[in-house]
């Protein structure tokens, strides 16, 4: 996967993220969990996947940018080895001024 904007590497951060925490919530099912379960699911549906462009409303954008912070945050911790697709993903965030206006 190759990108150049910010818009594109929102989408694939946002994507990511989605994939983390099914998994997370797949790990928390398999111990029984269902309180993380539906705690995670609860944060995909917030941010609005599945839902049509033309019905998205602010609230899945709020959800949207919380989540690009928590990727960024997960990003920024020490020990963790990066591929040079987040690596590039997480440069056009950092370096975008409109979002770190939120």
Known sequence: MSFETVEEAIVYV??????????????????????????????????????????????????????????IERYEQKGIKHTPVNQKAYELLKNDKDLFLV
């Not at 919530?25 to 969990?33: C, E, N, V």
């Not at 995670?40 to 954008?61: A, P, S, Y």
Request: glycine fraction near 6%; charged fraction near 40%; aromatic fraction near 6%.
């Open 14 to 71: 946002l994507k990511k993220q989605k994939s983390y925490i099914e998994a997370e919530a797949d790990a928390a099912r398999a111990k029984g969990d269902t309180e993380t379960v539906h705690r995670n699911h609860k944060r995909i549906e917030n941010m609005g996947f599945g839902v049509k462009v033309e019905d998205l409303t602010d609230d899945h954008e709020e959800a949207r940018v919380d989540e690009l912070f928590v990727w």
